[in-house]
C-alpha cells in the first residue's frame, strides 16, 4: 500500500512539473495578478486530481480546461465583487492591469507585453495554448470549447496581429 501512496506523490510531482509553469503562463492570460493565477493552477490541480479517474483525456487538455474554467469563474465573482463594493463606495474603482509580467523591464520585453496584452483574449489565450502550452490545435479546441479550424486561425490571426504591432513598436 506504501508504495501507491510513493507512486501517487509522484505522479503528482511529475505533472506539476511537466505542466505546471506552462498552466501558470495561460493563467496569467486570465487573472490580473500573479497571485491569483498562482491560486487558480493550484486550484486546476486538485479539480484534475480528484476527477482524474473519471474525466476521459490528456492530462494536458484537462488542466488547461480547469484553469480556463476557474478562471473564467474567478473573473465573475471578482466583477460581482468589484461592482457591489463600487456601489456601497459609490466611487468607481481603478481598472485592473490584464497582464502584469514579472519579467524584466527591458524595451523589447515591455514592447511584446504591450503587443500580447492588445491582443483580443481569444487570440491570446490560443497563442498561449499553442507556444507555451504545447497544445495542439485539436487540444485546444477542447480546452476552448472550439472547432480545431478556429483554434488554428485564431493563432494565425494572433500571429500576424504580433508582427504588425512589434514591427510598427520597432520602428
Known sequence: MENDGQKSNHDWTGLYQEFGARLL????????????????????????WRSREAQPGLPSTLLFRFVKQIAVDHWRRNQRRQF?????????????????CPCEASEQSAAIEN???NL??????????????????????????????T?????????D??????????L
Open 25 to 48: 503562463l495561460f493563467a496569467r492570460q486570465l487573472a490580473p495578478a500573479l497571485n491569483e493565477a498562482e491560486d487558480i493552477v493550484q486550484e486546476a490541480f486538485v479539480r484534475y
Open 84 to 100: 457591489w463594493e463600487a456601489k456601497a463606495q459609490a466611487e468607481p474603482g481603478e481598472p485592473v492591469a490584464c497582464f502584469v
Open 115 to 117: 503587443a500580447l496584452h
Open 120 to 149: 483580443p483574449t481569444n487570440q491570446r489565450e490560443t497563442l498561449v495554448l499553442k507556444i507555451w502550452g504545447g497544445l495542439t490545435f485539436e487540444q485546444i479546441a477542447e480546452v476552448l470549447n472550439i472547432p480545431a479550424n
Open 151 to 159: 483554434a488554428a486561425s485564431r493563432y494565425r490571426y494572433a500571429l
Open 161 to 170: 496581429n504580433l508582427k504588425r504591432t512589434l514591427v510598427v513598436s520597432m
